[in-house]
């Protein structure tokens, strides 16, 4: 096998195919826009509650995997459509476990979410 040899260029070209990724994710996958949504939302409510640094790490983390295992979930649809556009059983169980780890990660998300910000939110005075 022959050695590749390094260059600056085609690492910033794997950089513009990630974002091109990126777009094609924002612009054609309904989820991605909901999960969009509720991030911004959490990191807004992060600023108002001035949480701590700790916090901010845990949200980042959960928030990053929710995006992650999306797109991994889009991509394992698209290939399983690629490759059996009829119905297809086995296709079937593959897409449902990769929806699954995107659902599993989004409860975990909400878990995180609710211990930072239950105390902050019970803690107001009205």
Do not use: Y
């Amino acid at each position: 096998m022959a050695l590749i040899k390094f260059s600056i260029i085609s690492r910033l070209k794997s950089f513009t195919f990630a974002i091109n990724g990126l777009k094609v994710f924002f612009k054609q996958e309904h989820n991605a826009r909901i999960h969009l949504f509720v991030a911004v939302l959490v990191i807004f409510m992060a600023f108002v509650f001035k949480i701590s640094n700790l916090e901010w790490v845990a949200l980042i983390i959960v928030i990053g995997l929710v995006f992650a295992l999306e797109i991994v979930n889009t991509a394992i649809e698209g290939i399983c459509d690629f490759i059996s556009p009829q119905k297809n059983h086995q296709i079937k169980i593959i897409k449902d476990l990769a929806a699954a780890a995107v659902l599993v990660i989004s409860i975990i998300a909400v878990f995180v979410g609710l211990i930072i910000f239950m105390p902050h939110i019970l803690g107001l005075k009205f």
